[in-house]
Structures are given as structure tokens and as C-alpha cells.
């Protein structure tokens, strides 16, 4: 069964500052991987994906992720945080061109980002 | 231009009562889900339909009843509500055919409470 581990609850971050997010996931097969932002009260928008080839892939806003196989991670990173990227991020794992495809989310990680 | 919508956009209710929950989606993808979002921001899949036929269901009481009239829409019936069904309610849809990569779009959620 697929799993996602997201071992940071709450990260407090200052502006400015970088950032990591932490995701490591459990996948029997060739995984697809995402990162999910979800602003208080919103739905959840996609900050980027990773299906195959280059395993570091570039999304928006500014944030970037690694996938490594070795590890079973995909780290979301943002090199300079700004005050709007507080929110709630979820990374998430997935089934490839299979209907019936569904979302294996992680936890979730609130960042806090202080002036 | 709204991607996926969802109809109300909260819920309340009285313990027992019958309520729908509504979702439609303009991208033309050919699947559409239904997730919960419990209290804690824990992200589950509960139901999955690809051109209205229902391909995932997971461990849901069968009070809750999805119903895909056509491909764009996916609503969610629930019989006898229960306290432990408030929650955030998501749809959201994906192309799984023709090679797509099943990138999920969400809807904006449905916050209901039953007190």
C-alpha cells in the first residue's frame, strides 16, 4: 500500500529565509509525486509534480522539489520565503495512467512565516 | 473560468438530517473524486468515477452516495448525518486517458458541520 510521511507539523519560518519541507513516501512501483499548497480556508493548488526524468523539478511560485530514489524522498524547497507562502503543504503520491487512480496524501506541514 | 466548482460552499445541519453536496467541473477531464478533510487537515479519498461509472470506493458508510449524472459532474448525497461526518469536503477532477499524467485539480471544498 502506498504511504506518505510528512515529518514536520508546524515549520516556523522568518522572511527572507529559506525553506525545506520534508516528504518521504512508501511506493511499490514507479511513484508520481506532488506537492500541494492549501492557503487557510482555499482548496488546494498544485505546486508542481514529478513523473519522470530530471529528478529536480521546478514549480511555481518559486518552489522546487527533488525527487530521491534512494531515499524515498521528494523535498520541497523555497530559497526565499515570502510572507504569502504561509499555508498548509501536503505532498502527495499517485498511481500512473491507471483509472482508478487516487491520491495518497501526507499530513500535512503548517509554515508559519514571521516578519 | 472557474476549473472545478463546488456548490454550497458551507453546510450546516442539523444530526440526522439529508444534505447534497454538488460538484462540477469545466476542464473536460474524464474523472472526477471526492475527498475528506477531517479536523486534524488529514486528506482522504473517498470515492473515484471515470465517465460516470464508479471505480473507487473506499472504506465510506454507505450513507454517502455519490452520483455522476454526466462526465463534468460528480455530486455527494448523505443520508442520516452524523456528527463525525463535519469535515471539509473536496472535489476534484483529472484526465487518466490518452496518456494524461493524472494531475488533480481541486475544487474550492465544502465545509460542513453538523451540530
Known amino acids: 500500500a502506498q504511504s506518505v510521511t510528512q515529518p514536520d507539523i508546524h515549520i516556523t519560518v522568518s522572511e527572507g529565509a529559506s525553506l525545506e519541507l520534508r516528504c518521504n513516501y512508501s511506493y511499490g512501483a514507479t511513484p508520481y509525486l506532488f506537492w500541494y499548497v492549501q492557503s487557510p480556508g482555499q482548496g488546494l493548488q498544485l505546486l508542481l509534480k514529478y513523473f519522470s526524468g530530471d529528478t529536480l523539478v521546478q514549480g511555481i511560485k518559486g518552489f522546487e522539489a527533488e525527487f530521491k530514489r534512494s531515499q524515498s524522498s521528494f523535498n520541497l524547497r523555497k530559497p526565499s520565503v515570502h510572507w504569502s507562502d504561509a499555508a498548509e503543504y501536503f505532498c502527495a503520491v499517485g498511481r500512473i495512467k491507471a483509472a482508478g487512480n487516487k491520491l495518497t496524501f501526507g499530513g500535512g506541514t503548517r509554515v508559519l512565516v514571521k516578519p | 473560468d472557474t476549473a472545478v466548482s463546488q456548490t454550497p460552499k458551507y453546510l450546516v445541519t442539523q444530526m440526522g438530517n439529508d444534505k447534497s453536496i454538488k460538484c462540477e467541473q469545466n476542464?473536460?477531464?474524464?474523472?472526477m473524486y471526492w475527498y475528506k478533510q477531517d479536523s486534524k487537515k488529514f486528506l482522504k479519498i473517498m470515492f473515484s468515477?471515470?465517465?460516470?461509472?464508479?471505480?473507487i470506493n473506499e472504506t465510506v458508510p454507505n450513507r454517502f452516495s455519490p452520483k455522476s449524472p454526466d462526465k463534468a459532474h460528480l455530486n455527494l448525497h448523505i443520508n442520516s448525518l452524523e456528527l463525525g461526518d463535519s469535515a471539509v469536503y473536496f472535489c476534484?477532477?483529472?484526465?487518466?486517458?490518452?496518456?494524461?499524467?493524472?494531475?488533480?485539480?481541486f475544487g474550492p471544498g465544502t465545509r460542513l458541520t453538523v451540530l
Open positions: 468515477y471515470n465517465n460516470k461509472e464508479l471505480i
Open positions: 476534484a477532477s483529472s484526465q487518466t486517458s490518452g496518456g494524461a499524467r493524472n494531475e488533480q485539480f
Open positions: 476542464l473536460g477531464h474524464d474523472t
